[in-house]
């Protein structure tokens, strides 16, 4: 019932957090954000665009592509979405809990890393903090010895998987919530103890939730110091949501924009800050634009346009494979099926953002079966479409080319190598002769977003009965760009990029064939 009103009012939370919160941004390189002169034409702005690239963190975490979120609290065993922090610590009590199984299935699944809800907005810690009496410490689970989150951090240790947290700011437990300063001082602890005691910490995820505290006053979160204790902690972190690193696509529905720009508008009242932190070389300083990330565009031309400053700032889809993002015995039937997990895939890394998808331990502490059968059958339908790349082999010809970034780069099996148009060029067309006649139904593109995102506009054409037939279009492609369309068989493809911020770059290029459907 009240998961549509729930959602909501974190919405509002969220989007309150954005016209409240001002940090200041993060240039390590100078090349993470950019100012933009007052009086800048539309090309001057484009191009400006088009040179701002992603922080090292950022490319490292855009590479993983794909997370898994474990969300694991009181909830569990009282079958809520969120608590009210008044529980007892005594309803919790896996028992069997065996991380292992939750990380083992992530990896078997293509996962490259894992978040836990180290604290949901109940209060309670999955760790003995202390720093309250609401933790794990005061359950019957190991006669309060546990510690979840080291199971999960060993876990992910073992099994060569990166580990993140997540922290709920909002806190319906803790007594000084609400009493601005000293609850700040309280989440920094409890930051402090997460990131100094469970070894390397791959992400910091942050939801915008806000509420009143007991005193009936709103919190008031110190940002800048959660950030600034992560940065000294755990440099290689990244901080999500409320966070400068890492946005949030704007649903929770596992899709993300069709046109989906990294680089997006910096507001007016941040441009002081961005100077003053590039000045100061204050690489660790924060940065959170203020705006509804919900809106269906947040980078292209009409939207920089108006822009006073630009920042790299990717999207993260976040979705839950079962109706709540805590486990609930009577969602057992709902799980996402294989079908559903593989559309949300191609609407999520597909559309140039990285997916994290919650797959709820139930009350032994384990992930249930239907969760972990259609993982598998998802997964064996991702290997079976990318197992072959129809174009490996092909003759491979661009109408241009930069330098030593030649064509063949796009078909060479490395991301790590490129092919750019010339310079001067604001389109493009690559012409590949394949191996023989081929039967395919996605393509597969990425640029080299270290160079930065440029790709506005592309078409892929197919050979067909003596004609090129355009196959697929789209606009963004980014990290990772996937299509699906109607199967053919043919000799000979050519991808045409029509707009492009700068000479397009490709570093990869597939079309595949997914029997799946
Ligand atoms: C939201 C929370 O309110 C949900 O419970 C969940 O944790 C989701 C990932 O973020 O804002």
Same mark, same amino acid.
């Given at each position: ?60 975490? $855009? ?5 898994? !979120? !474990? ?7 009282? #079958? ?41 907005? #109940? ?9 309250? &009496?609401?933790?794990?410490? *005061?359950?019957? +689970? ?43 001082? +309280? ?30 006053? =709103? ?16 440099? #290689? ?18 899709? @993300?924009?069709?046109? &989906? ?11 002081? &800050? ?28 009409? /939207? ?19 109706? @709540? ?25 597909? =559309? ?5 998808? *919650? ?10 079966? *239907? #969760? ?24 491979? /010809?661009?109408?241009s080319?930069?330098?030593? $970034? ?6 060479? +099996? ?7 148009a010339a310079s001067d060029k604001s389109d493009a ?8 006649? $081929? ?7 990425? &640029? ?28 963004? /492609? ?25 000479n ?7 079309? +595949? ?5």
């Amino acid at each position: 019932m009240n998961q549509i009103k729930l959602l909501l009012i974190s919405l509002i939370g969220l989007n309150l957090f954005f016209a409240s919160c001002n940090p200041a941004p993060e240039s390590k390189t100078g090349k993470n954000s950019t100012l933009i002169p007052e009086g800048s034409t539309e090309a001057q702005i484009v191009a400006l665009a088009a040179n701002v690239t992603p922080s090292p963190r950022q490319v490292i975490w $855009q590479d993983g592509e794909f997370t898994a !979120f !474990f969300h694991f609290t009181v909830n569990t065993f009282t #079958d809520r979405e969120w608590g009210d922090g008044k529980e007892n610590p005594s309803v919790f009590n896996p028992s069997s809990l065996d991380a292992k199984q939750w990380v083992q299935t992530a990896k078997d699944a293509g996962i490259k890393q894992v978040i836990l809800t180290c604290k949901h907005h #109940d209060g309670f810690c999955l760790w003995p903090s202390k720093f309250t &009496e609401h933790s794990v410490k *005061n359950s019957p +689970y190991k006669n309060g010895k546990g510690d979840v989150v080291k199971e999960v951090a060993e876990a992910c240790k073992e099994l060569g998987i990166k580990f993140g947290v997540y922290l709920s700011p909002w806190d319906r437990h803790e007594p000084s919530y609400g009493d601005s300063p000293t609850y700040n001082t +309280y989440f920094v602890n409890q930051l402090t103890e997460l990131l100094s005691n469970y070894g390397p910490v791959a992400e910091v995820w942050f939801d915008g939730a806000c509420g009143e505290g007991p005193n009936g006053k =709103r919190q008031v979160y110190d940002f800048k110091s959660y950030y600034s204790t992560i940065r000294k902690l755990q440099p #290689d972190a990244t901080i999500a949501i409320m966070g400068p690193d890492v946005r949030w696509v704007g649903t929770e529905s596992g899709y @993300g924009r069709e046109t &989906e720009w990294s680089v997006v508008p910096v507001s007016a009242a941040r441009l002081d &800050e961005i100077s003053a932190s590039s000045q100061q070389n204050a690489s660790n300083s924060a940065f959170v634009p203020e705006g509804d990330m919900q809106k269906p565009d947040l980078g292209s031309r009409s /939207v920089i346009a108006n822009a006073k400053g630009l920042i790299w700032y990717p999207s993260e889809v976040d979705v839950s494979i079962r109706p @709540g993002w805590f486990y609930h015995a009577s969602q057992d039937s709902l799980v996402k099926t294989p079908e559903k997990l593989l559309d949300i895939y191609f609407s999520s890394i597909g =559309r140039n953002s990285l997916l994290l998808l *919650n797959i709820p331990p139930d009350r032994r502490g384990l992930l249930h079966k *239907n #969760d972990v059968r259609n993982l598998q059958l998802f997964k064996k339908a991702i290997d079976e479409i990318f197992a072959t790349n129809y174009l490996i082999g092909a003759k491979i /010809v661009a109408d241009s080319q930069s330098g030593s $970034q030649k064509a063949e780069f796009c078909i060479d +099996y490395d991301n790590k190598t490129w092919w750019a148009a010339a310079s001067d060029k604001s389109d493009a067309t690559l012409d590949l002769t394949l191996n023989g006649q $081929q039967t395919f139904n996605v393509l597969m593109l990425q &640029e080299n977003i270290q160079v930065g995102q440029r790709i506005e506009s592309f078409t892929l054409e197919g050979w067909v009965n003596g004609a090129w037939q355009k196959l697929t279009e789209g606009t963004t /492609v980014g990290y990772k760009r996937l299509l699906r369309f109607e199967t053919v068989t043919t000799d000979k493809v050519r991808l045409r990029i029509l707009k492009s911020r700068l000479n397009p770059t490709i570093s990869s290029f597939g079309v +595949y064939m997914n029997r799946m459907k």
